[in-house]
């Protein structure tokens, strides 16, 4: 079991655009349809160029023809992003915290994890998953930190992680979070 300072080193927060980041793969916090949306979503086809809706047309296709379920992932090319890889996630709506939301969004985080695991992608960056159009509270990114500092205690891929935030409110939280989770 690793430190908790060679945990911490393992991570990173970093303000700014996904699309833009020079990491391995980054995440999409993306929809059951796999075929699109505004916020991140949009904004990596945009910039990942039109193969990255090839290869989603594809999967819908062949693997998910009932659409992405919540909680689950899949990667695809990265198209002309910087990242090599995007790996779609399909976050849970908030409804309020009672219709197992925190569990779904953690099993967004682990799915993510595994297929970078496995597919040894060395550095992975993620969005608030769920924390834009889907509604999950901001000050909830606690689970993210959780979940991904028990991947890296249990696994050596990914070597890094970084949690990009776009607005300052999301940045105060995660730096919030992750020096409570440095302590403990
Ligand atoms: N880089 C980093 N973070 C971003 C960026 C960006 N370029 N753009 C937005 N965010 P959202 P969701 C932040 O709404 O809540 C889509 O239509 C944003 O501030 O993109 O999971 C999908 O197709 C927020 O904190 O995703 C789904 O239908 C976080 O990314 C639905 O929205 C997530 O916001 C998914 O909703």
Known sequence: MPTAAALTARIRLVQGDITRQ??????NAANSSLL???GVDGAIHRAGGPK??????????????????????VATTGGKLPAKYVIHTAGPVWHGGRQHEG?????CYQSCLKIASARQFDSVAFPGISTGIYGYPKAEAAIAVR?????????????????VVFDDEN????????????RS
Do not use: D, K, M, N
């Open 22 to 27: 020079p990491v391995a793969a980054i995440v």
């Open 36 to 38: 699109g949306g505004s």
């Open 52 to 73: 990255i809706l090839e290869e989603c047309r594809h999967l819908r296709a062949r693997l998910y023809r009932s659409g992405l379920p919540t909680g689950q992932a």
């Open 103 to 107: 569990e779904e969004l953690a099993a």
């Open 147 to 163: 979940e991904v500092r028990q991947w890296l205690g249990a696994h050596a891929v990914p070597a890094t992680v970084t949690f």
């Open 171 to 182: 940045q105060r939280l995660y730096e919030q979070a992750l020096a409570e989770a440095a």
